[in-house]
């Protein structure tokens, strides 16, 4: 059992360190593989319907440099047997002008929901704020961005 294991670890650790020799034919995987490290997290919160389509909403958290970014990606499902797409990708243009803080990704309120929310810490003075995004459910690309200020550190 144990030579077993190993060999199987070895194997594992081999795929991972080649990408070429274990991608062969798996687009998806080679995608993922050059997928930015700073992408730290993803989520699909919502349906979306509008008169070009439909699909999901797409949130992604990126970290660099102590810094948190959002994005707010509106996937629209193929039609007529097209491919699914990206046709709206939007920053949270308030995290980079006002607020410069790190964030939790935002949760549905309620399953399924476009309405999110999640915590965020100020980068610089560690002020605390509860973030509340609505995500249009009909014009991909439109979002509305609530904020509630929280205490100091300390208070």
């Keep these: 059992m144990k030579v077993r ?3 199987l670890a070895v ?5 991972m360190a080649n990408p070429c020799w274990a991608a ?7 995608a993922i593989y050059k997928l930015p490290v700073w992408v730290a ?9 509008a008169d070009g389509g439909e ?7 990126t970290s660099a440099q102590g810094q948190h970014r959002l994005f707010f990606q509106w996937i629209r499902k193929g039609i007529a047997g097209g ?3 990206a046709i709206s990708t939007v920053a949270v243009e308030e ?21 999110l929310q999640a915590m965020a810490e100020d980068i610089h003075s560690e002020r605390r ?9 009909d014009k991909p690309g439109h979002y509305h961005l609530d904020v509630t200020h929280k205490l100091m550190v300390g208070q």
């Design 5 to 7: 294991t190993a060999v």
């Design 83 to 85: 491919p699914t797409e």
């Design 129 to 137: 704020y509860l973030m509340q995004y609505e995500l249009s459910q």
């Design 41 to 49: 997290e993803t989520q699909r919160v919502c349906p979306w319907r």
């Design 11 to 15: 194997f594992s650790v081999s795929a």
């Design 24 to 30: 062969k034919g798996d687009e998806q995987l080679k």
């Design 55 to 61: 699909g999901y909403v797409r949130v992604i958290r």
């Design 95 to 115: 995290l980079e002008q006002q607020y410069q803080v790190r964030s939790q990704l935002p949760e549905p309120l309620k399953p399924g929901g476009c309405e």
